[in-house]
Structure formats: structure tokens, C-alpha cells
């Protein structure tokens, strides 16, 4: 398989679906402008036209491994790679635990130690880091990013692109529109518009605790 990125997002990928995986990772791929090095893991860095010539899509898969906050350039480059025909195989964990009657999605990596509850629903092209909770009947967008540690609670949706940062809480029956971005540590008790960007709110200090 190829791997879209060349940062530490791609080493992860290189250990989950290489490593533990046992699917051998061919290339990094890169927009052209990014384009600096001319390997990376011991592997080639190349741009995607070459990467479709020298591994097509009749031989390799391809998983998009860019970063965090990045859902929009996640999702166009999932779309490009299934538009040229890549297979997007996904990896779970052996320490995850995914209700047998909730299907993972296609180009999706699930951590160490994830729970996803019974009647969930998972898009496509997903990242749930280590120990995050996704519980019943919430359904989360295509393209999203669940930072470890964070906690969904029922009945949740959750829109495409959207970033859960880490040891973030959404209470139950919360709609979070596309495009969000849940800062760390955030708790969230109402819904919340597309595209917004929600932060925990920070304690000021007021006085010398030796005073």
C-alpha cells in the first residue's frame, strides 16, 4: 500500500498497518508543493501522478495519514484516491473493542484500547485515537478525527471534517455540525454550529497563593 504524508501521522500508520498490520508500505505521497525530501521511513516520497504510475491501483491500497486538524485536505485526498480507484483498507486495533453489529468505514484507523458502543455509526476515513469512547446510537461523520481519550456520549451526531481533541466530553443527544474543531479538555453541553471552533475556558490566576 502508499501512504498519503510524511509526518509522525504516516510513521503511525507505517507501525499500525505495517507493523502490526503486516501490509507492506511502498511509498509516501505528497502535493507537490510539499515535496522536500526524497524519502522518508526508508521509502520513497514522490507526488501522486508518479505514485498512480509506478503503484496503480491494481496492485496497491492507500490510506490518507495527514494531520489532526487537517479534515478538509483528509477528505479531498480520500475522495482523489477513491475517484483513481484505490482500495482504503482500514486497521483495528486488537485492543479495541467495536460492538460486533457497528461496521467500520472504509480508510479508517481505530487505536489502542477505542470503545465503540453498541449501534453506533461510522463514516469513512476516520482516526479514533487511543482509549476515546464512542457510545450508543452516535454517529460519527465522515473524515472526523477523535483526539484519545475524548468521550462521546449517546445519541450524538457528530457532521463530516469534524476534530474531537483529546480528553474532550460531548454530553448526550449533542448535534455538532461539520467542520467543527473541539479544543482539548472542552465539555460540551449544546450543540454546536457548523464549522465553529470550541475552547475549554481558561482559569485566570488572581492572586499569589502565598499571599
Known amino acids: 500500500m502508499i501512504v498519503v504524508g510524511a509526518g509522525m501521522q504516516a510513521e503511525l500508520v507505517q507501525f499500525y498497518f505495517g507493523q502490526l498490520g503486516g501490509r507492506e508500505i511502498d511509498a509516501f505521497v505528497l502535493d507537490p508543493e510539499y515535496l522536500r ?11 501522486f501522478a508518479e ?3 509506478r503503484y496503480p491501483p491494481a496492485t496497491h491500497g492507500l490510506f490518507v495519514a495527514i494531520g489532526m486538524l487537517a479534515t478538509a485536505a483528509r477528505k479531498r485526498w480520500y475522495l482523489a484516491a477513491r475517484e483513481a480507484g484505490y482500495e482504503l483498507p482500514s486497521f483495528v486495533h486488537r485492543s479495541a ?18 470503545c465503540v458502543a453498541p449501534f453506533a455509526r461510522l463514516g469513512d ?5 487511543s482509549q476515546c469512547c464512542i457510545s450508543h446510537h452516535t454517529s460519527v461523520g465522515d473524515h472526523s478525527f477523535v483526539a484519545p481519550a475524548a468521550t462521546v456520549a449517546g445519541g450524538v451526531e457528530i457532521g463530516e471534517c469534524c ?6 466530553v460531548v454530553r448526550d443527544r449533542v448535534r455538532i455540525g461539520a467542520g ?5 479538555s472542552s465539555v460540551i453541553m449544546a450543540d454546536c454550529a457548523p464549522g465553529g471552533l470550541y475552547r ?12
Do not use: H
Request: charged fraction near 25%.
Open 125 to 129: 476515513n476516520l482516526v479514533l485515537g
Open 37 to 47: 525530501d526524497e524519502t522518508f521511513l526508508g521509502r520513497p516520497v514522490m507526488d
Open 180 to 184: 467543527c474543531a473541539i479544543g482539548a
Open 163 to 168: 476534530f474531537i481533541g483529546a480528553g474532550a
Open 97 to 114: 473493542v467495536v460492538s460486533e453489529n457497528v461496521a467500520v468505514g472504509a480508510g479508517t484507523l481505530i487505536k489502542e484500547q477505542v
Open 200 to 211: 475549554p475556558a481558561r482559569t485566570e490566576r488572581t492572586r499569589d497563593l502565598k499571599g
Open 51 to 53: 505514485a498512480r504510475r
